[in-house]
């Protein structure tokens, strides 16, 4: 079994190991340290940041690193979904791969976000007695010297008192060294990437669905790679308790599921999205509207429990609500796709007078993304009859992403692990490793966190190697290209057999008279 074990991870970890590696060797040059670091004073890492020459190797690095680790999950999951193979890898195997795909980032200067210097120095405010939910990090003196980015140095933090426990505590074993800090924060994220791991597997096997193939995809994704574990964004522990919870839940832990739940939106509120299908689990499998109604009520007085507690101890977050819809809202990204067709449409409108700016338009976009959304989730809640609770909760979750005012890479992890775990068809799986291409792309392009960097003409030679590297990888094997245009000796994450599909269409466990914890 050891062997076997070995055999695996040697010829699925290395190769992804090699590719993280490079990314580490890359972000050498243009990943963000504190100006004041001590890093900094290498000779071979000022060449590395401050030349032509040394920018473009770092890229480079970063670029081939990340198309290297594209290739290694296409590989794994092609052998995954492969059905004529006998011998694929387990779970164990697969958490084995991916600890070694993760450590040669341990260490490595961030990439494709600074966000966790931005979580020290709010770190340091709390610490300071102010509420960073209430003020943005200038109360800090030398808050640049931390990392923290100029774009939020105003902005009051929208995480939540849990997340600012965390921070405080952090920033204050680290200070003064915000690397150190980074390299915490990285690790937090880490423990909340297990979770995940941990909720994936367990739900998986609730719905009859492969673990194995749903840890490849919601899990060992290249996307977690790059900013759960490289980019150490506070999301990963948020999505693993909401993962973690729903697990629990499922397995008529309701409680405690509830619990993981309400802890989860301490650290970003937007997790407030699954408590509702977290209620539909604890009412059970074809449970009347009075047994919906009183989970609900349950799932409710232990949520404000659980928050009430939280804000108690933390005595900060007063501001939340409010930093919640503004900070957020501040960002314009052409990822949203009512963030695009308002900015289209208002550039049309103002330069035809129409309007004296895009504001207007934007404004009214978004507004209307988000009724929509409401008014999808709602839906989902109030009609679940054949649809898994888990399921409905990816999609809720999903829906938020793509109609919500402000995308970021890392958002499309907010449903994909409990949507892999729930089970997907082929078209599905197909348009998740097609996503997964694409924001590897954006990483490329968006790798560089150093804002000293010597030239953005740069962002323009990146693309183009960019496009053309991932191109190469999707689709000049037929393994790889099997997985997007389609293979019949390939199947979807579905149940393995009439029993488990009906396991998984129940989800997970029928209605009894009680409601039990």
Known sequence: MNRMLTSVVWRHGLPGAVGTGLIAAGSLGIGWTPPTSAFLSNGLIEVLRTTLVGSLMSRSLVIVGLAVLL?????????????????????????????????????????????????????????????????????????????????????????????????????????????????????VSLAGVALIAYGVTSLARQHGIDPDRALWLGVLNPVIVMHFISGGHNDAVMVGLVVAGMALAASQRCLWGIVAIALA???????????????????????????????????????????????????????????????????????????????????VTTTMGITPDISP???TFRFIGLIAAVAIIAWLVLRPAGRSPVRAAGLALLVIVVLGPVVQ??????????LAAAGLG???????????????????????TNADNVSNGMDVVTLVLAVAVVAIVVFASSRERALIVGDPEHEPLIPFSPEQKSQGQLMIWPANDKISA
């Open 71 to 187: 290739q290694a999950w296409l590989i794994l999951g092609s052998e995954l979904l492969d059905l004529s193979r006998v011998n694929r890898p387990t779970p164990r195997d697969l958490y084995a791969i991916l600890a070694v795909w993760t450590v040669p980032l341990l260490l490595s200067p961030p990439l494709f976000s600074r966000d966790v210097f931005s979580y020290y120095v709010q770190g340091r405010v709390y610490e300071g007695g102010f509420d960073p939910t209430v003020t943005g990090v200038s109360v800090i003196p030398g808050w640049m010297d931390d990392g923290a980015d100029p774009m939020w140095v105003e902005s009051p933090t929208p995480y939540g008192p849990l997340f600012l426990l965390i921070e405080r505590g952090i920033a204050g074993f680290a200070h003064p060294n915000g690397y150190l800090a980074a390299v915490c924060f990285r690790l």
């Open 265 to 347: 939106m301490t650290i970003k509120p937007i997790a407030i999205v699954a408590l509702p299908f977290a209620g539909l689990l604890w009412a059970g499998i074809g449970s009347s509207w009075v047994r919906r109604i009183r989970a609900w009520l349950l799932t409710v007085l232990v949520t404000a429990c659980t928050v009430a507690c939280v804000f108690l101890v933390a005595n900060a977050g007063r501001g939340l609500v409010a930093a919640s819809l503004s900070t957020p809202a501040g960002v314009q990204t052409w990822l949203s796709p009512t963030t695009a067709i308002g900015k289209i449409v208002g550039f």
């Open 361 to 363: 338009v934007l404004s």
């Open 409 to 418: 890479p890392w958002y499309l992890l907010w449903s994909l692990p409990l």
């Open 426 to 448: 082929l078209r599905s799986v197909r348009a998740a490793v097609i996503l997964t291409a694409f924001f590897t792309v954006h990483a490329m392009i968006e790798s560089s």
